[in-house]
């Protein structure tokens, strides 16, 4: 009798959780330095500034003090520009060398669909010339480009061709723009110009694809283009799957890994944890489920695009919080289950609460609310 070759192994949704919580050092926090964790996660989503990158860095990383970023920042080692998705993000500069040329295409796909349609019969590589020579003569807000470049073409959207420029060339967001405490306008000059360094002539998607894996995997193709917003990435993991172990999901999805990447199993302990609003854990796969349950999606993935910062409580979305200003003027760290938490887990999300009050320097206060009934 001839035996069946079996099939790929099966990993179940918690499973899958648990393997992007340990890529994720979510698990248990990491001694790598900043500049290291950031090109692991290739990058941090930086959307809304500044806050962000700097609490996704302390969730993962043991003693983290946000000066440690702030110097990166203005030493020029990581910068803000738009990449994947089209969302800014704070990456290493290497990173941005790489990554901004191979996600044109998810640039060139946004100004098609978006601005560019009120920029009909524009000159839009004349614009471009322009635009760069004035970005590299001294940073500029998009509203101060819009105004320039308007003064040779009245009647013309301004809005629209700085947009332009944010998609054709690959600016960069300059400081005190995004620095813990400080912040300031957004100001833009081109990376080449910020770096002193070319854009890589030919960046290696596949090599991305695999940088993705070990941050973010087991994944599908699906998975991959949520993360970054390309398309065809199907034949990239084809071309690559003779490296790669593959699996199938619960609804029988092929699912791609590297071989020895952490799969550490559903009975892994998952610790209490906060994420930073926006943070990439949420926003990198077409299937969700491994992290956030189908009943808690409207409450996350917001209708206004915002993303709360979340509490982890199992390995999976259990609530929202925020860093906000008390009645008495005092620092709060609020805290919103979305269900009635357990005793230890309770007593979890108020410890990391107050580490979160210690990081941000204040005294301050902790709030766990009352879930509501939604």
Not at 128 to 145: I, S, Y
Not at 221 to 227: G, T
Not at 323 to 348: E, H, I, K, M, N
Request: proline share 8%; glycine share 10%; net charge positive.
């Amino acid at each position: 009798m001839t035996g069946r070759t079996p099939g790929p192994a099966v990993l179940g949704t918690r499973e899958l959780g648990r393997a992007l919580l340990a890529r994720q050092h979510l698990l248990e926090r990491s001694a790598m330095p900043p500049a290291a964790m950031i090109g692991h996660l290739l990058g941090l989503q930086a959307q809304a500034a500044p806050q962000p990158p700097y609490l996704g860095l302390w969730s993962r990383l043991d003693g983290f003090a946000h000066g440690q970023l702030t110097e990166l920042i203005e030493r020029r080692e990581v910068v803000r520009i738009a990449l994947q998705r089209g969302t800014i993000h704070l990456v290493t500069a290497d990173d941005c060398l790489t990554l901004r040329p191979l996600l044109q295409p998810v640039l060139d796909r946004a100004l098609r669909t978006g601005y560019g349609k009120r920029l009909t019969g524009l000159d839009l590589d004349a614009l471009t010339r322009e635009g760069r020579a004035l970005v590299e003569e001294q940073p500029r807000t998009f509203q101060q480009l819009g105004t320039l470049l308007g003064e040779s073409r009245p009647g013309r959207d301004q809005a629209a061709m700085a947009q332009a420029l944010r998609c054709r060339l690959p600016l960069v967001q300059v400081p005190p723009r995004g620095i813990w405490d400080r912040g300031g306008p957004a100001a833009h000059t081109t990376a080449e110009h910020w770096l002193g360094r070319s854009l890589d002539p030919a960046p290696a998607l596949a090599g991305t694809v695999l940088r993705y894996l070990a941050a973010f995997g087991p994944a599908t193709a699906a998975d991959v283009q949520k993360w970054c917003g390309l398309t065809r990435i199907a034949p990239v993991l084809a071309g690559l799957a003779p490296q790669l172990a593959t699996f199938r999901d619960e609804r029988g999805k092929v699912l791609y890994d590297l071989p020895d990447a952490p799969r550490p199993g559903a009975g892994a302990p998952a610790p209490v944890r906060l994420l930073a609003p926006f943070d990439n854990l949420l926003l990198s796969h077409a299937d969700r489920s491994r992290i956030l349950p189908e009943e808690y999606r409207s409450r996350v993935m917001t209708v206004n695009g915002l993303i709360p910062g979340t509490l982890l409580v199992d390995g999976l979305v259990a609530g929202s919080w925020e860093l906000t200003t008390g009645p008495a003027g005092r620092r709060l760290v609020l805290v919103r289950p979305f269900a009635s938490l357990a005793r230890q887990d309770r007593a979890a999300a108020e410890a990391e609460a107050g580490r979160l009050l210690a990081f941000a320097g204040d005294d301050g206060d902790v709030l766990i609310e009352a879930p509501d009934a939604r």
